[in-house]
DNA sequence: TTTATAATTAGAATAATTATAATTCCAGGT
DNA sequence: ACCTGGAATTATAATTATTCTAATTATAAA
């Protein structure tokens, strides 16, 4: 260690996301491929762009770029959380077989959040649709 | 396996779950109340019932009556997951505030099957609808 | 530069879940 | 009844996932 590392932050506002140079790291991860890491295989490629980078690191970084908007935590069954890139609202499909998670957006599920809200009784911030299901290539394996 | 063609009683239920006494009282903590309790609360709750059950034999008890259909597993955000009586297809409203967990039924969802199916390419088994917001209480407290 | 604040790191600690191996339970057959 | 085989249960160990802590380093402000 021991390497000085300075990033100048130009024009930085109060109110916009702080990227730190880890951070940065962390978010191209999410953000290239169209995968859906787990916190560890984010952690395995953020290495390769920053040796130095450790596991506490990512998570913070992937929390903070969660808060910050950036990135969307996405758990579904069992084992660990996964990492989306944050682009528009969108749903998500499971295969009940393997375990693919697939995005897609279907234009009907915000007309759905007033009468989710009104139902549930929440003050609705985000709606998302899941389906589970088989998957093309497990579906032709059956 | 030589002298007998007859399905034996066995043969004939193995389509229906086997509820052994420890199976049932994971059940029993799973039906009763409203709530959605991680393993660990259906632990501490089914060793009231039953004091010598075993946190590995609740985990079991969970997949099997998981697989079987009769409870459902719900993963939200971080932290355990969490086990919904299975009674019929419903949404969730999650809490961003606190983490609370509610059901609801929206009418609505089951209609977009098709076109999510369509726009996934996946085999549908089952949709929900995941609303996130801030709950009744959160919402007055802020 | 000095000071204050915040981020990063390594590693320990905790939480959640799954696997292993030994024992017990139970149904069916002799 | 006794024996036997397979499944279930148990205790515990091991694994995986995530968070916390304390020391260090970087950045921004004074």
Not at 31 to 45: L, M, N, Q, Y
Not at 61 to 74: D, H, I, P, T
Request: charged share 25%; aromatic share 6%.
């Amino acid at each position: 260690m021991g390497k000085s590392d300075k990033l100048s932050i130009k024009d930085v506002q109060s109110a916009e996301p702080v990227l730190t140079r880890q951070r940065k790291a962390v978010l191209d991860v999410v953000r290239s491929g169209d995968t859906h890491p787990t916190a560890a295989e984010v952690f395995e490629s953020a290495r390769k762009a920053m040796p130095g980078i450790s596991f506490a690191t990512v998570y913070n970084s992937l929390r903070y770029l969660k808060e910050a908007g950036l990135v969307r935590e996405v758990a579904f069954g069992s084992g660990a959380s996964r990492y989306d890139r944050e682009t528009d609202r969108h749903d998500h499909a499971i295969c009940s077989a393997c375990g693919t998670l697939v995005d897609f957006d279907l234009p009907g599920t915000v007309g759905l959040i007033g009468a989710a809200a009104r139902a549930s009784r929440f003050k609705p911030e985000s709606v998302h649709l899941t389906l589970v299901g088989l998957c093309p290539g497990c579906r032709g394996r059956k």
